[in-house]
């Protein structure tokens, strides 16, 4: 598991803070499928807004991504690092503060040794979340993941998240049934603030 750069959090004696984990292709940013050019980042319809609005109403915003592609030979950490060194830039530029960025680098079938193995941090698995509330001093509780693949919600739920799935990819939710589902980072925003200020969603599937 690593911790790319935490360089807006300082944990402090304050109670425990409420965060949103996000996962990063697919969610944030557009998939290019094991891509790793800072330069072709693309943010996805509606992130900008969505971000604002969850930055608006006090959660911290973490970044959780799999990136087997440092397993699998495709790039390195250092080029991880650097997606998310730009991304920051970009979103910052926007007004919009990103706490803290991890990733996971194994794969069980990857060829480069130092990372080819199972791992409690490639999410379905939720070691990423548990670092980051360690970390950042979060309460799972009352925080949420969001992504767009059963894996985040399966994450989300093992650290006791609530979770929002993006059905962009029209994945199935059978298997993985998050506590809400949305179609786009801006609509999964709208309905994690309108939840907090009601009452919290029980694991129902919109």
Known sequence: MQIV?????????????RAVFLDRDGTLIRDR???????????????????????????????????SGVARGYFG????????????????ARGIRIDAYYYCPHHPEGVVAAYARACACRKPQPGLIHRASADLGLDLRRSWVVGDAPSD????????????????????QRDAVPTCAADSLLEAARIIVSADEAEPLTGRSA
Not at 5 to 17: E, I, V
Not at 79 to 92: E, S, W
């Open 77 to 92: 950490e250092a080029d991880v690092r650097a997606m998310h060194r730009r991304l920051d830039a970009i979103l910052g």
């Open 5 to 17: 750069d935490a360089p807006h959090s300082t944990p402090d004696a304050r109670p425990l803070a």
């Open 153 to 172: 919600v399966l994450a989300g739920r093992a650290a006791g998240c609530q979770t929002a799935l993006l059905t962009t990819r029209g994945e199935s």
């Open 33 to 67: 499928h094991y891509g790793f050019d800072p330069d072709q980042i693309e943010l996805l319809e509606g992130v900008v807004e969505g971000l604002r609005i969850l930055q608006a109403a006090d959660y911290r915003l973490v970044v959780i991504t799999n990136q």
